[in-house]
């Protein structure tokens, strides 16, 4: 049998005046389908927080909301919403829980939708609609954990204090509890490591600049991008400090990184009897090495990290860390009683606390899970909906874990995700008799890209049982652009059919495209370990737009349209090229130089499109990312590198050797910068060296293509930050060059 983990109580206790709790109507849904009861008398926790977030998202309308606190039972979270036309009250177990069922009400009576990204609250009525009845929801798991160890570096890891309140304001929106937050996490290993023979500037050179620093917290690299400054590290420390509260504000727990033994060059013989182990290369970079845990000088080192941890973020119950991640190696150390020594400190500095492991390839191994206490793990599996024939209460022995998906490599530009495989797989798990699930985990490598997936997977934590598929993309559709409209309804069940339809087996995320990829007649693929094929019908795309294109004018003005049109014109339009490629390549081959000319303006002007259609929504934009990372720096030196950063974790993503060895374009994204002045521009000289050598009879000039994507990463060149052009014009365009390529 699984083992179950203890529910523990994570609300910010205050002093208020205790509300007496009304009781729960009757059928209210607890995690295995019983009712949900109310305690005679609220308990204390602080409605403040989760209004001022009301506040934020809502305007003026959060007036119409009554907030009252109520107990968590022994079965978990819930909200129960009733009340007449502007009089809603939302009674809920934290401030989260009651912006869960703020967010429930907004989507199912309301009949609007606060995506990630966009939204319809423009079509919100100004005095908001009664509920009819009382709507009732039980989380079926304790753990609704969000965000990848690399989201930071794909989703902006200059973002300031605003963004990312907004980001867990929209996660609590959508249910979730526990987030990671690795902002600001080279603070206490600076600090420790001052402790352990180290000076300050040695340690600011061997911790990377933010947008690489998820890779070095995973032991794969160090020093990229740097130096880093002191300034540096302390505004990230006190950013990553804010979250945190914020999170605590909410009665949401932030995740913060573990201390499982990576330490800078040399530590072993500044440090009597220290025994460390070389990692070897990850991707062509040198791995940090690790500190055998069961060796004297661990338990030293990890007690500073906690200390200096705690000073800066305060204390937490969840602490995130993996041994041996992607290829490391444990040397002649026992991993089992690493895995114990790890676990014996974390519990030293935070007594109870439960360590969180990413699912992910060979780990956790049994041998590792055999040396800890697996009822304070939780394992945040990265796998679930990726392969089949899957059984995680076997192979991790019964040790709870959360089903969760990486429907998204990288942050792609790419619509779509497993989301059949979660509505039907996510609650066969649950309900077997051995069970060991205990949580949903939103693993995307990048958030802020797949409104649809984040609202669906989200869902699955708050439904007594399966989701229908087909129902839910009808309402989403209606919620999505606050209406319902027969085209928007048409659009999404293409979507569904197509690129959200895809099956497990062998990826969890749709096709990059090959508009970004680095130029070749042959290229199947943008990221070397993205899908080498179309995972989808891409027909379905095609007429998800001509559908939207046909939506009502009056559900036009949305965020969420807007938004929507154009990533759907992007992805019928990228698609194009796996079209278009292989064509080239025929006449090419065949010397047709008529042809091959007529073929490559096709695709040329297909670019050119493309940048226009993304240059109009903000949301595909380079600027905004580019000034974020400037905004860092202290300095003009330091400005340049925090841009270099920031540019080349989407382009080179390292120095000559890594790219080289499969990193380059892995972070590639359709945005407006990135196609107009890096993809577009390689394709029309690769184009115009095979025309040239079709005129002539001579074999193509080899191209240094590294160099010249770290040059465009070491440019200054400023982008615009704000949109241009029509987007629905624009869509237009897409869909009648489109529709005429289809009848050439």
């Known amino acids: 049998m699984g083992r179950r983990p203890m529910l523990r109580c994570r609300h910010v206790l205050v002093l208020v005046v205790l509300v007496a709790a009304t009781a729960v109507a009757p059928g209210a849904l607890s995690p295995r389908g019983g009712a949900a009861s109310a305690s005679a008398a609220a308990p204390a926790f602080d409605t403040a927080p989760a209004r001022a977030s009301l506040e934020r998202l809502l305007s003026s309308r959060a007036q119409q909301f009554s907030l009252v606190p109520v107990e968590r039972t022994e079965s978990g979270d819930w909200f129960a919403v ?22 429930w009400y907004l989507e199912r009576v309301a009949g609007v939708d606060i ?8 079509r919100l009525p100004a005095v908001l609609p009664a509920v009819p009845g009382t709507l009732t929801r039980s989380a079926n798991v304790p753990h609704r954990y969000a965000l990848n160890d690399t989201d930071e570096g794909y989703s902006g890891a200059y973002r300031d204090f605003e963004a990312h309140r907004r980001d867990i304001d929209l996660m609590a929106l959508h249910g979730v509890n526990e987030v990671f937050v690795p902002t600001g996490a080279e603070y206490p290993y600076y600090r420790a490591l001052q402790e352990f023979g180290y000076d300050a500037a040695e340690l600011r050179s061997w911790i990377p600049a933010p947008a690489h620093q998820a890779w070095w917290l995973l032991q794969n690299m160090s020093g990229f991008g740097g130096p880093v400054s002191e300034q540096l590290i302390e505004a990230r420390a006190a950013l990553g400090g804010r979250i945190a509260r914020h999170l605590r504000s909410l009665g949401m727990t932030p995740v913060l990184p573990g201390y499982f033994g990576t330490v800078p060059p040399g530590f072993a013989a500044r440090n009597p009897g220290a025994a460390t182990v070389p990692q070897g290369k990850w991707v062509g970079f040198d791995r940090p090495d690790w500190l055998d845990p069961t060796g004297p000088v661990f338990d030293r080192l990890a007690a500073a990290y906690y200390r200096a941890q705690r000073e800066r973020f305060g204390d937490s119950d969840l602490f995130k860390m993996d041994l041996l991640h992607e290829g490391g190696t444990p040397g002649t150390v026992d991993v089992a009683a690493a895995a114990g020594a790890v ?13 969180v492991m990413l699912g992910w390839q060979e780990n956790p191994t049994a041998t590792l899970l055999s040396g800890v206490d697996r009822d304070r793990v939780l394992i945040v599996d990265g796998l679930s909906d990726r392969y089949d024939g899957l059984d995680r209460e076997t192979e991790w022995g019964g040790t709870p874990y959360a089903f969760g998906s990486i429907s998204d490599f990288g942050g792609h530009t790419s619509i779509g995700a497993n989301t059949g495989v979660w ?10 008799p051995d069970s060991a699930l205990r949580g949903i985990a939103y693993l995307p490598e ?3 890209g797949d409104p649809a997936g984040f609202d669906l997977f989200t869902e699955l934590a708050w439904e007594p049982g399966p989701v229908d598929q087909q129902a839910w993309f009808a309402g989403y559709a209606a919620r999505r652009y606050g209406g319902a409209d027969p085209h928007a309804a048409a659009a999404w069940e293409e979507l569904r059919l197509g690129p959200y339809g895809m099956a497990s087996g062998t990826w969890s995320e749709p096709q990059d495209g090959l508009f970004t990829a680095r130029p070749s007649l042959t290229a199947t693929r943008t990221a070397r370990w993205s899908p080498a094929f179309s995972r989808y019908d891409a027909a379905t795309v095609e007429r998800a737009l001509a559908e939207l294109l046909r939506v009502a004018p009056a559900l036009r003005t949305t965020d969420a349209y807007r938004h929507d049109l154009v990533d759907v014109a992007r992805q019928a339009l990228t698609n194009r090229g796996r079209v278009l490629l292989p064509r ?9 130089l008529e042809r091959f000319r007529t073929l490559v303006r096709e695709w040329n002007a297909a670019t050119e499109l493309l940048g226009r259609l993304v240059g109009s929504d ?11 990372a400037r905004a860092w720096g202290a300095d003009p030196a330091e400005r340049d590198r925090l841009e270099y950063d920031a540019r080349s974790i989407l382009t080179t993503w390292g120095g000559r050797g890594q790219s080289e060895a499969g990193l380059h374009d892995y972070a590639n994204r359709e945005w407006d ?3 107009r002045d890096l993809y577009a521009p390689r394709w029309a000289a690769y184009f115009a060296g095979l025309d040239t050598a079709l005129a002539t009879g001579t074999a193509p000039a080899a191209v240094d293509w590294f160099a010249r994507d770290d040059a465009w990463a070491r440019e200054h060149r400023r982008y615009p930050t704000a949109p241009a052009g029509d987007p629905y014009a624009l869509a237009e365009e897409v869909r009648e060059v489109l529709a005429a390529a289809s009848t050439a």
């Open 446 to 448: 990048a958030t802020g």
């Open 343 to 355: 676990q014996r400190a974390l519990d030293t500095a935070r007594p109870g606390a439960t360590w």
């Open 618 to 628: 903000r949301r595909f934009l380079l600027g905004p990312w580019l000034e974020d």
């Open 82 to 103: 009733s009340g007449g036309a502007g009089r809603i009250q939302v009674r809920g177990t934290s401030p989260a829980t009651l912006l869960a069922g703020a967010g």
């Open 584 to 592: 080239i390549r025929g006449a090419y081959e065949a010397k047709d």
């Open 115 to 122: 995506g990630w990204p966009g939204d319809s609250l423009g």
């Open 673 to 675: 910068g990135l196609v």
């Open 423 to 432: 509505g039907e797989r996510f609650h066969t798990w649950l309900t077997r």
